[in-house]
């Protein structure tokens, strides 16, 4: 079955066929308010015929470092050389579906957002991956990015361990 990668909005013929994805994924609550997009997010999904089979959220945002005593408890966003604030994707939210891995979807959705993160203007794309999801750990080293181990806080003050991956983004001259 022909498959294509595209960028969705909720006006797009496949945006019912996303949140269906998102809802057997159980994403939706991360991607979406309520099935209506978040703002600022961008929403790619491959598309088997009336079907979304894999789908990647991106959202832009500052470089910021994260406050504490020696910042004076504020959040400072990192500048380049020539003082623009740095920005980066990060991304909110990756799934192929169980019987569709191994076909390049999960390559292609990064390779897609990559793209879009440049466009944007962005110095990276980061992502967080808990420590059960090993086929992304092998994706994003093949790909490329940095590996950072680290602990994420979640809701209610427990923490999970997993990854954080950076990719540099090279902006064209």
Request: glycine share 6%; hydrophobic share 45%; aromatic share 8%.
């Amino acid at each position: 079955m022909d498959s294509k990668i595209e960028e969705l909005s909720d006006e797009h013929q496949a945006w019912q066929a996303l949140l269906n994805h998102l809802a057997a994924m159980n994403m939706i609550h991360w991607a979406t308010d309520s099935g209506k997009p978040k703002p600022d997010r961008f929403y790619f999904a491959v598309i088997c015929g009336a079907e979304v089979v894999g789908h990647l959220t991106i959202r832009k945002q500052a470089i910021l470092v994260p406050a504490s005593a020696l910042t004076q408890n504020v959040d400072i966003p990192l500048t380049a050389a020539d003082g623009e604030p740095l920005s980066e994707v990060f991304v909110e939210t990756f799934a192929v579906n169980p019987d569709h891995r191994r076909c390049g979807y999960g390559r292609a959705l990064q390779e897609r957002a990559l793209i879009k993160a440049e466009l944007l203007g962005c110095c990276q794309m980061r992502s967080w991956s808990s420590a059960d999801r090993v086929e992304n750990y092998a994706l994003k080293i093949s790909m490329g990015f940095s590996v950072l181990p680290a602990l994420y806080p979640m809701p209610g003050g427990s923490a999970i361990s997993g990854v954080y991956f950076v990719k540099r983004i090279e902006q064209a001259k």
